[in-house]
């Protein structure tokens, strides 16, 4: 559902697509609705049925729209946003057993950083974590362009130039689909998150090698519904 949002979200402001705006509206509204119906009681959201409890890497990709929504002027419910976010701020995501989980772990501090909650505390103890159990991977992994960010809309920019500054793009990545994570997630990701709040190391980083090597993937096929969605935030960034 949310793969079916964000094309809503992000064309609908891109005049040369032509999208109806009419169009657009009902289709965001019918799909939020959709999304209420497998919000918890917890205010996380399930993959299908909300019975089966909370899934934290769907749960961040729905409030990653709803940011992305609310931000570009969609009617996005008070109700369902504040349930969304009270769940982050609950701790769900405070697990760091794998560099996956400590990638759930930065992306939620992010995601909280941009709906203006200050998850201080949290981004310290996640960098701990990271230069004691992953020294020698979590610096070029989409989990460092998270914190970066997260640091940088806390106004921590010596920390956030200092984290962002091993990030490239095209780095070998390992699929994790349970994570929603693949090369093209992480560079879009990545690219998404450059754009946004570095932009001063965008030309640096986003070259024309970069560029292709990163959409390589989209031009053979090899993609998913949300690594199609984050290509979608990305070029809208750029």
């Given amino acids: 559902l949310t793969s079916k949002l964000i094309p809503y979200?992000?064309?609908?402001?891109?005049?040369?697509?032509?999208?109806?705006?009419?169009?657009?509206?009902?289709?965001?509204?019918?799909?939020?609705?959709?999304?209420?119906?497998?919000?918890?009681?917890?205010?996380?959201?399930a993959m299908y049925d909300p019975n089966e409890g909370d899934n934290l890497p769907v749960s961040l990709y729905v409030l990653q729209a709803l940011i992305e929504a609310r931000e570009r002027g969609f009617p996005v419910p008070n109700d369902v946003f504040d349930r969304a976010v009270g769940f982050l701020q609950s701790g769900a995501y405070r697990k760091t057993t794998n560099l996956s989980e400590a990638r759930m772990f930065a992306q939620s501090l992010y995601l909280l950083a941009r709906a203006g909650q200050v998850p201080?505390?949290?981004?310290?103890?996640?960098?701990?974590?990271?230069?004691?159990?992953?020294?020698?991977?979590?610096?070029?992994?989409?989990?460092?362009a998270y914190l970066a960010s997260a640091y940088r809309l806390l106004k921590q920019d010596d920390e956030a130039r200092a984290v962002f500054s091993k990030v490239t793009i095209g780095a070998k990545t390992t699929s994790d689909l349970y994570y929603f994570y693949d090369g093209l997630v992480r560079d879009t990701v990545v690219l998404t998150l450059t754009a946004r709040h570095f932009p001063e190391t965008l030309k640096d980083k986003a070259n024309d090698k970069a560029l292709r090597a990163a959409f390589e993937p989209l031009r053979t096929g090899a993609y998913t519904t949300h690594s199609a969605a984050w290509s979608l935030l990305a070029l809208d960034a750029l």
């Fill in 120 to 144: 201080g505390n949290d981004v310290g103890f996640l960098r701990k974590v990271f230069d004691q159990q992953y020294k020698d991977t979590w610096k070029n992994d989409a989990a460092a």
């Fill in 9 to 45: 979200v992000v064309l609908k402001t891109r005049p040369e697509f032509k999208i109806d705006a009419k169009k657009a509206n009902e289709m965001f509204a019918a799909l939020l609705t959709q999304l209420r119906g497998r919000q918890t009681p917890s205010g996380g959201f």
